[in-house]
């Protein structure tokens, strides 16, 4: 099986940095998914690490370390807008199982 | 337009009543997805397809049934509702494997009274 744990809240003022952490453990592992989801949205795709690293989409990086079952979205000058839930995913070959995400609330 | 539509948005319903809820993609895609989510919770998969003669159940299919029409609509039925399968569902499709990425339709609400 596969589960996996992230904060449920977390909280910060606009222009801060956040970082929200996912560890997991799974049976067959290819890659660590993040997911945005604005209250009443659809969740939206913000990166997906296969490999130990970095990586940097703008103000957005993630944070893969495949030894430690560990990963983390990092969150740089932090807006209003950015006040949303945020879900890691592990994917297998065929599907991608959430973690119960972390609500982000961001204070001006 | 969306590249994944949801049909209904918002339905209410009762105890024992069949339902169906529709997707449609026009993203091109062979595999499709409905995810069920409980308010504070993650999404859990209900039931995948990676093709017209391919359906595999998820975590939690137990009272649900999926058919693919063709490579672009996936629905989902339940067949006799019930008060907790109130929840919000999301169908999503894939351009293949490995690549961590799903695309979302706005999902559908809804009700089991």
Known sequence: ?108 | DADVTQTPRNRITKTGKRIMLECSQTKGHDRMYWYRQDPGLGLQLIYYSFDVKDINKGEISDGYSVSRQAQAKFSLSLESAIPNQTAFYFCATSGGPNTGELFFGEGSRLTVL
């Open chain 1, 1 to 108: 099986g596969q589960s996996l744990e992230q904060p449920s809240e977390v909280t910060a003022v606009e222009g801060a940095i956040v970082q929200i952490n996912c560890t997991y453990q799974t049976s067959g592992f290819y890659g660590l998914s993040w997911y945005q989801q604005h209250d009443g949205g659809a969740p939206t795709f913000l990166s997906y690490n296969a490999l130990d690293g970095l990586e940097e989409t703008g103000r957005f990086s993630s944070f893969l370390s495949r030894s430690d079952s560990y990963g983390y979205l990092l969150l740089q000058e932090l807006q209003m807008k950015d006040s949303a839930s945020y879900f890691c995913a592990v994917g297998g070959y065929s599907t991608l199982t959430f973690g119960k995400g972390t609500m982000l609330l961001v204070s001006p």
